[in-house]
């Protein structure tokens, strides 16, 4: 069951601490299961990390940033993993370089397990100790590893995606689901008005620090689009002779199209005029009703132009996601749903709060801006997720 983190740490007990630990901490083995031991060595990217460095480095923070230092008398479970396993915290130490985490074939999976476990026995008795004066930071440091653990798995399940596309058995994570046969509706304009609008963490529970502090800032009148860029959609700029048109790229992005011979969304292959694509559920076809995904900024950005448009900034799309119902959790982007694929029938609906439904019908003096699936986490290359 997918249920919410223990948040307020005013009143947060040990024991929901605790319990999130354990809940979070298990999902992230459990994940790992449909995996053999040969699957968790390799690196099939520069940009990925073999599922068990994933393992052992969340499990390095725990040691690293609460046992060493709140623990009386706590041993580390062996001297090297520190080098090995920290990513990139300088301030710690020196580490092992990222593009040779595919080398260690030693530890074994088998003493990766053994480290979790002996970390998170000495995590229940720091937890589960009387408070301190430093029991405050203990608890947001734990917090802080949580959080930290739940984005390791979702790039855990992106770094398998690649490393198995990478095979040509086209292997499969996990068993197949049903492809989403919905439709989407529509494509409507939701238009905010010119005025200034607040960003950033601004509510109680936990945030990152480059989420914070709460500012404000100053938008023109726009329009989002309803709903992600299909793949239907995606296929028609394809079509249309896309990845073959400099005038409708940024000049990276058409070097890039060159030098790497894009023609289509990463994961994706044509056959006999049908699309298809890789999924964690192994190859299938690409449906069109479900959001585009995988593709780059630069792939995105070529799309809304050649489709008329732009895309939408970071500050634009903020207060959108606010002042609308968005139900991502229910759309396979979060680990802990367990679908790991995008569902087809996905639409920004007004709320009901008649303030903030005016906003999305007030006429827009600039053009509207088509949304995507894949405009969170992009950058000049292409997104694994």
Known sequence: MNRPLHF???????????????????????????????????????????????????????????????????RPFHPSFGFLFNSYYESVGEFHP???????????????????????????????????????????????????EQQHQELLLTDIKHLFACNPLKPAYREAIAPDAGTNPPLDWLRLPAGMYAFGHGADGFAFDNEMPRHRRYLDEFSLA???VTNAEYIEFIAAGGYRQPTLWLSDGWR???EARWTAPLYWEQQDSVWWQMTLAGYRRVQPSEPVCHVSYYEADAFARWAGKRLPTEFEWEPTSFTTTTPLRSHGRFAAVTRFHRLATFSLEPTTTPALRRRSIIRSSRKPIPTSASTYKMSGNRTLD
């Open 8 to 74: 307020h740490s005013d009143a947060l007990s040990r024991n929901g601490l605790l319990e999130d630990l354990h809940r979070v901490r298990g999902l992230t083995v459990r994940l790992c299961d449909p995996l053999r031991a040969e699957d968790c060595v390799v690196q099939s990217a520069p940009e990925t990390s073999p599922a068990k460095w994933h393992l052992a480095h969340t499990t390095w923070f725990f040691e690293t940033f609460l046992l060493i230092p709140y623990l009386p008398k706590y």
């Open 98 to 148: 990222r593009l040779q985490r595919g080398l260690l074939s030693r530890p074994s999976l088998e003493e990766i397990k053994a480290y979790r476990d002996y970390v998170d026995q000495h995590m229940g008795m720091l937890l589960e100790s009387p408070d301190t004066a430093d029991a405050g930071e203990i608890r947001a440091r734990a917090r802080l590893g949580i959080h930290h």
């Open 226 to 228: 309803s709903r992600p």
């Open 256 to 258: 890039k199209v060159n």
